[in-house]
């Protein structure tokens, strides 16, 4: 083998680069996050029981509205003594979530042990001091692990003799009391039924709907239509470069993950916001100029964060032998992604703009409702200047479209899969 | 051995993750023309030792020279040449699915297509006929045109073949080529890459996990245990005893005939 340079070059320790670094400080956050993540659902539990059975109690007891009945200081620190007795003398709601106990070295925790741990978690666990090492310091110096739970030839006890079993069917029967406390009273169901007749003059309407409107009202129809068409077609353009920037398998690295974080996060902000609500924002944007404009940006910007998840989610589910294939031939990264990329995403992409494209039919009718446009905004004119026969002409006309678009999506999609 | 086609020097490559030692200060040399085979457990090394050489996985330490260019130090650029002349297959076949058999054939070529031509789909008559003699080398010539989807795991093994011998490779590596198909057609999968040794000349590195197909394909054997060589000789010398080191003692030989 002469002729060859002998030996490697030893690489640098991870630490002493500034990506090791800060891996290595992702790294124990991580773990930090995974030996509090117990303590936080407790106290989140916890404080989430008080506040519903503090309303339940004051609701039926009290006959009022209250949420705390303590300072909420003093909600605080019980909370937080709580979760701290819970999960250092028994095996509380989150360790259970997360499927973690506490186990010492020989076996089951003694009682000094607990005692112990129960001290130092306040020492180092409340002031984070603890987390510097991993793992943390109460747990080192207590004898204690928070560890895995690991698999018991036991038979599983019973959840109405664990306390996290007790405390979940005391959460759920206090959700219960206080949703039926809120929302049902005995008033509202009788008028329910004795108040029909008030609607009469509506459904009445609607079975004889005024024809003399059909041309003006199709012509909002096609308005509808062409709103969401345009909408769905500008989202695609924006969203399907957006889609490679928000797929996790594709933005790796120091570069790429926080340009994932960023996009993903904006994008589900934006879906976060209904159509309707962007609808008024661009109509006050746009000057108040109730015209199809706002609509369509309403639509397209809700559009776009709905495609991006659902293209970057398919992008996620790739096949990586292809890739690997194809960048095996020598191929560069523009052929590897036409080829063996573009190739898997084709199909489903349509697909899912086809889905959306119908959603946002529907949704044009929405924004059209608050003065975006179309037929949504003729329903609602009518509506309020009690024409309630054109009314019910509009709505038969859209739940026919609706009806239409809705069956020509699908079977275009199934053509696709 | 005077002039060593590919040597392996001092590898070694940790996953960061979990801080795997995939593979441990590995060094060998192959010839011109040899067929080598690469046995082992699953989880040995096999697969991790074949991508870095064509640089699919990035090697921690060492050095590999592939006809007296060290590998591990080209830029991505030249790197990309150099897999030009590196055919490979794998055990899953990594096809794409929705393409057809031509299709998926063409994309060998893709090293030596100007990036635009690429884009476009473009590719040259030559490379059609190409494409279309090497399916028929195959057996396939039938079948150009169907997606391969609809194909047996056999005949997608065939494309892959197709597609690698495109690049008109030096050097072919065959990631456990045989290990989804049945018996049968593994014999026919394994003798097309024969062929392509003894005719063509091309030098082939297959991982795979049957001691008989090694000793009827192979004209020189090395065995990785946790990463590490334990064996490097010509396939006659693997005794039981070496292949209980290989192995494990609870190991027992399967035949495939």
Known sequence: MTGYPEGFVSPRPAWTTGRGLWEAVARRADRAGRYLAPFLLDVAGLAAFWILATYTYAWYVLGATAYLLVPWWVLLLGVVEGAIVWESFGRSWGQKVVGRELASGSGRPTASERLRYFVLWHAFGLTGIGFVTVP???????????????????????????????????????????????????????????????????????????????????????????????????????????????ARNLMRGPIGRPIYTAVRGAMSIARSIEPIVWAI?????????????????ALWVHSIADLVKLYAERLEAIDQG???????????????????????IVNPYISFTLYRWDINIRMATVVGLVGGGGIGQRL????????????????ILIVLLVWAIDYLSARLRAKLA | ???????????????????????????????????????????????????????????????????????TRLSPARMRRVRRKIGMIFQQFNLVDRSTAIGNVLTGRL???????????WFPKADREKALANLERVGLRDKAYVRVDQLSGGQRQR?????????????LLADEPVSALDPATSHSVMQYLEQMNRQDGVTVIASLHFLSLARRYGTRIIALKDGQLVFDGPPTAIDNAKFKEIYGEDAEEVEVR
């Open chain 1, 136 to 246: 943390p310091l109460h747990e080192r110096l207590s004898g204690l692990a928070l560890a895995r739970e690991r698999p018991s030839s036991l038979a599983p006890v019973p959840w109405y003799r664990t306390s996290a079993g007790l405390f979940t069917a005391a959460f759920l029967g206090v959700t219960m009391a206080a949703a039926l406390g809120v929302t049902l009273t005995w008033e509202s169901v009788v008028r329910l039924f004795t108040q029909a007749g008030q609607s009469l003059d509506f459904w009445r309407a609607l079975v004889r709907p005024d024809t003399s409107i059909l041309l003006e009202a199709g012509r909002d129809m096609i308005v509808t239509v062409f709103m969401a068409v345009l909408a769905t077609l500008f989202a695609v353009v924006v969203a399907v470069p957006l889609s490679f920037l928000a």
């Open chain 1, 281 to 297: 924002i661009f109509l006050v944007w746009v000057t108040a100029l109730r015209s199809p404009f706002a609509g369509i940006l």
């Open chain 1, 322 to 344: 292809p890739i690997e294939a194809i960048t095996a031939t020598g191929a560069g990264r523009l052929s590897v992604l036409r080829y063996a990329i573009v190739p898997q």
């Open chain 1, 380 to 395: 609602i004119n009518y509506i309020w200047g009690v024409q309630y026969r054109q009314a019910g002409m509009v709505m």
């Open chain 2, 1 to 71: 051995m005077a002039n060593p086609y590919l040597v392996v020097d001092n590898l070694t490559k940790v996953y960061e993750r979990g801080q795997v030692l995939a593979l441990r200060d590995l060094s060998f040399s192959v010839a011109k023309g040899e067929f080598l085979v690469v046995i082992g457990l699953s989880g040995s090394g096999k697969s991790t030792l074949l991508r870095c050489i064509n640089r699919l996985i990035e090697p921690t330490r060492g050095r590999i020279w592939l006809d007296g260019t060290d590998v």
């Open chain 2, 111 to 121: 090293g030596y297509l100007p990036g635009w031509r690429a884009l476009l789909g």
């Open chain 2, 159 to 171: 494309v892959g073949i197709a597609r690698a011998l495109m690049q008109d490779p030096d050097l």
